[in-house]
């Protein structure tokens, strides 16, 4: 793969080089691109994917894979390039290829998540602009403030196209790619200027009076058209000369970088903690400002690093689940990503908000989910509790019924299912086995994260005649929400027509939903093998109501199989006091892999303890 891509990327790379030269760019900049562009935009892209792919395979916690090409393409031919889109291609190919590795791992359940840095703008070069490179204009002002030690330095020729390619061999690469290096003993008395894009740094041979600073700046400014030239004027403001004049950031900034800036709440800060770091400049120029050109000191048609709209947008693609800042903010900072990874990995020092607290400030609704988890075995034949308990937390449920759980059978890697998924959903539970084999155990649970309490758990009957049906049990649990006694049933009924109708009998007699302390709302949910249409749903609705069809804007749709989710055969019950407010199957990529059911969510509005009887 990577000798047939290496051969059509150096034919792109000729041709282009051969545009190049008719455009009168200069031949040995342009021939050196060729192998550069060949490097980064084809071998290490492949590299990546293949170590990616090992990592995958392996089962690493974290793999983090990192592609240049549409970087290294943008900068020599600009971000809207034909050649640039083409890397584009090639890295959403290498982005799919890494997502079906990540989904065929064996060790490990992968979240996949895809960010960008930066954007890059569009640029004019500034030594083509003005007929002479940024150094030759800071030499010229320097002199100009003091012409009793003039400061000559060689102009430094080139851009950043060649800096990672040295990376990729030893020192004939480097002989190849070579870096004008300047011995140290040179470089005393000699004004430095560290400018490889649209921002510069410039370092003063002798510390400089704030009137020597404000001079250079000004003209820089003013005789040399620099955009913008930053000096910091106190510990909560810069000073920015323009041509226009002097500007102070934060106060100007709507008219330095323009109102309709989309992160202009934060440039200002942003500016700030540059200009004052320990390797800042003593002056710090910008290549654009509202109104100009977005210009760049280096050689390139694309840049990045200034502040222009383009080059401080990025973009993320991430899991629903993930932890990301308030619904009040606008964007996402690159510290968001870092906190919602390390809250991922659970390395955050933060402590989380209380779930009850979060609740107790949303009002009187209750989150009730059923799942029919298939022993925590997706339809990949993997066993995955984790994934599980990210589909029940992407719903962030109150009540979880769960059947065909697990605790100790080798199909499941003898797992304590119940309680591992608790664990994991910081959830307390009650498991009831309907059926024992030696020491395996199989069969329902309750969990919440609200005070709770078991009230009864047992089997259900069987048909006498056929005494090799799989037994069947349910379980009656009291959750209590703001005060108020909710009574929740889970069960799992069996795949006989017959035994269903025993079985949903019992469940309505005084033993379940007759049961004396079966008293105020109820929620009946489970996986009851039978139609909105069959006996036994219609035996139940008699009684309670069924949840999707109490809600008038909602269709009721099907949860099982999960990949097509044509029947209806999981439901929630609810008795009268209790009113439906929202529906939700859940139908995420993970959630159709993970269990042949789909989760039935739903949404519950409890009464006023006064509005309702204490009677059964």
Same mark, same amino acid.
């Not at 890397?87 to 290498?94: H, N, V």
């Not at 629903?320 to 809250?343: E, F, K």
């Given at each position: 793969?990577?000798?047939?891509?290496?051969?059509?990327?150096?034919?792109?790379?000729?041709?282009?080089?051969?545009?190049?030269?008719?455009?009168?760019?200069?031949?040995?900049?342009?021939?050196?691109?060729?192998?550069?562009?060949?490097?980064?935009?084809?071998?290490?892209?492949?590299?990546?994917?293949?170590?990616?792919?090992?990592?995958?395979?392996?089962?690493?916690?974290?793999?983090?894979?990192?592609?240049?090409?549409?970087?290294?393409?943008?900068?020599?031919?600009?971000?809207?390039?034909?050649?640039?889109?083409?890397?584009?291609?090639?890295?959403?190919?290498?982005?799919?290829?890494?997502?079906?590795?990540?989904?065929?791992?064996?060790?490990?359940?992968?979240?996949?998540?895809?960010?960008?840095?930066?954007?890059?703008?569009?640029?004019?070069?500034?030594?083509?602009?003005?007929?002479?490179?940024?150094?030759?204009?800071?030499?010229?002002?320097?002199?100009?403030?003091?012409?009793?030690?003039?400061?000559?330095?060689?102009?430094?020729?080139?851009?950043?196209?060649?800096?990672?390619?040295?990376?990729?061999?030893?020192?004939?690469?480097?002989?190849?790619?070579?870096?004008?290096?300047?011995?140290?003993?040179?470089?005393?008395?000699?004004?430095?200027?560290?400018?490889?894009?649209?921002?510069?740094?410039?370092?003063?041979?002798?510390? @400089?009076?704030?009137?020597?600073?404000?001079?250079?700046?000004?003209?820089?400014?003013?005789?040399?058209?620099?955009?913008?030239?930053?000096?910091?004027?106190?510990?909560?403001?810069?000073?920015?000369?323009?041509?226009?004049?002097?500007?102070?950031?934060?106060?100007?900034?709507?008219?330095?970088?323009?109102?309709?800036?989309?992160?202009?709440?934060?440039?200002?800060?942003? *500016?700030?903690?540059?200009?004052?770091?320990?390797?800042?400049?003593?002056?710090?120029?910008?290549?654009?400002?509202?109104?100009?050109?977005?210009?760049?000191?280096?050689? +390139?048609?694309?840049?990045?690093?200034?502040?222009?709209?383009?080059?401080?947008?990025?973009?993320?693609?991430?899991?629903?689940?993930?932890?990301?800042?308030?619904?009040?903010?606008?964007?996402?900072?690159?510290?968001?990503?870092?906190?919602?990874? @390390?809250?991922?990995?659970?390395?955050?020092?933060?402590?989380?908000?209380?779930?009850?607290?979060?609740?107790?400030?949303?009002?009187?609704?209750?989150?009730?989910?059923?799942?029919?988890?298939?022993?925590?075995?997706?339809?990949?034949?993997?066993?995955?509790?984790?994934?599980?308990?990210?589909?029940?937390?992407?719903?962030?449920?109150?009540?979880?019924?769960?059947?065909?759980?697990?605790?100790?059978?080798?199909?499941?890697?003898?797992?304590?299912?119940?309680?591992?998924?608790?664990?994991? *959903? +910081?959830?307390?539970?009650?498991?009831?086995?309907?059926?024992?084999?030696?020491?395996?155990?199989?069969?329902?649970?309750?969990?919440?994260?609200?005070?709770?309490? @078991?009230?009864?758990?047992?089997?259900?009957?069987?048909?006498?005649?056929?005494?090799?049906?799989?037994?069947?049990?349910?379980?009656?649990?009291?959750?209590?929400?703001?005060?108020?006694?909710?009574?929740?049933?889970?069960?799992?009924?069996? @795949?006989?027509?017959?035994?269903?109708?025993?079985?949903?009998?019992?469940?309505?007699?005084?033993?379940?939903?007759?049961?004396?302390?079966?008293?105020?709302?109820?929620?009946?949910?489970?996986?009851?093998?039978?139609?909105?249409?069959?006996?036994?749903?219609?035996?139940?609705?008699?009684?309670?109501?069924?949840?999707?069809?109490?809600?008038?804007?909602?269709?009721?749709?099907?949860?099982?199989?999960?990949?097509?989710?044509?029947?209806?055969?999981?439901?929630?019950?609810?008795?009268?006091?209790?009113?439906?407010?929202?529906?939700?199957?859940?139908?995420?990529?993970?959630?159709?892999?993970?269990?042949?059911?789909?989760?039935?969510?739903?949404?519950?509005?409890?009464?006023?303890?006064?509005?309702?009887?204490?009677?059964?």
């Amino acid at each position: 793969r990577i000798a047939g891509l290496f051969c059509l990327e150096v034919g792109l790379a000729l041709r282009d080089f051969l545009r190049g030269q008719v455009k009168g760019h200069d031949f040995l900049t342009e021939l050196k691109f060729v192998p550069t562009r060949v490097a980064i935009s084809i071998v290490l892209r492949e590299l990546c994917v293949i170590g990616g792919k090992i990592d995958l395979s392996r089962g690493m916690p974290i793999v983090h894979i990192n592609f240049l090409g549409y970087d290294e393409q943008s900068h020599r031919r600009g971000p809207s390039s034909r050649f640039a889109h083409w890397t584009l291609k090639g890295i959403d190919d290498s982005i799919a290829r890494l997502w079906r590795a990540a989904h065929r791992s064996e060790w490990r359940n992968y979240e996949v998540w895809i960010h960008s840095d930066h954007g890059q703008a569009k640029v004019s070069q500034y030594s083509q602009l003005h007929g002479y490179p940024l150094q030759h204009a800071v030499e010229q002002c320097f002199d100009k403030l003091s012409s009793e030690s003039p400061l000559a330095r060689p102009a430094a020729k080139g851009g950043i196209q060649t800096q990672r390619v040295r990376l990729l061999g030893g020192k004939r690469v480097q002989r190849v790619f070579a870096v004008e290096r300047s011995e140290d003993n040179d470089t005393d008395g000699v004004v430095k200027v560290a400018a490889l894009g649209p921002v510069g740094h410039i370092y003063a041979p002798q510390p @400089l009076s704030e009137q020597e600073l404000h001079f250079v700046a000004t003209e820089l400014a003013t005789r040399y058209q620099v955009p913008i030239v930053l000096t910091v004027e106190s510990e909560q403001c810069l000073r920015a000369t323009t041509s226009d004049g002097d500007y102070y950031l934060p106060k100007d900034a709507a008219k330095l970088f323009g109102a309709e800036h989309p992160f202009l709440d934060s440039l200002s800060d942003d *500016l700030l903690r540059l200009c004052q770091h320990a390797d800042a400049g003593d002056l710090v120029v910008m290549g654009w400002r509202d109104g100009l050109t977005p210009l760049t000191f280096a050689d +390139e048609n694309g840049a990045h690093a200034g502040a222009t709209p383009e080059e401080t947008t990025g973009f993320a693609l991430l899991p629903a689940d993930v932890a990301l800042p308030p619904a009040g903010s606008r964007y996402m900072r690159p510290h968001d990503l870092y906190q919602a990874a @390390l809250q991922y990995m659970r390395r955050t020092t933060s402590q989380p908000v209380s779930r009850d607290k979060v609740r107790a400030t949303s009002g009187n609704e209750l989150r009730v989910m059923t799942y029919n988890v298939h022993s925590c075995i997706g339809l990949d034949g993997k066993v995955d509790v984790e994934r599980i308990a990210r589909v029940i937390a992407q719903a962030n449920p109150d009540i979880v019924a769960l059947q065909e759980l697990d605790l100790g059978r080798n199909r499941s890697l003898g797992m304590d299912q119940a309680r591992l998924i608790a664990r994991k *959903l +910081e959830m307390e539970f009650h498991f009831h086995p309907a059926m024992h084999l030696e020491e395996e155990q199989y069969g329902d649970a309750i969990l919440t994260h609200l005070p709770l309490r @078991l009230i009864k758990a047992g089997p259900l009957p069987g048909l006498a005649d056929k005494p090799g049906l799989e037994p069947r049990g349910a379980i009656l649990a009291e959750v209590t929400y703001q005060g108020q006694q909710v009574q929740v049933i889970n069960t799992h009924l069996g @795949l006989n027509s017959r035994e269903r109708l025993a079985q949903i009998d019992s469940l309505l007699s005084e033993d379940w939903l007759g049961h004396p302390e079966c008293r105020g709302p109820v929620i009946f949910c489970g996986d009851l093998n039978a139609p909105p249409n069959s006996a036994v749903c219609q035996r139940l609705g008699a009684r309670l109501q069924d949840a999707q069809a109490a809600l008038a804007s909602h269709r009721p749709a099907g949860t099982f199989p999960s990949r097509f989710a044509a029947a209806r055969i999981d439901h929630i019950f609810v008795s009268s006091q209790l009113a439906v407010t929202a529906v939700e199957i859940p139908a995420s990529d993970l959630v159709k892999r993970a269990s042949d059911h789909l989760p039935l969510l739903v949404q519950l509005r409890l009464p006023q303890p006064e509005t309702y009887s204490t009677d059964a």
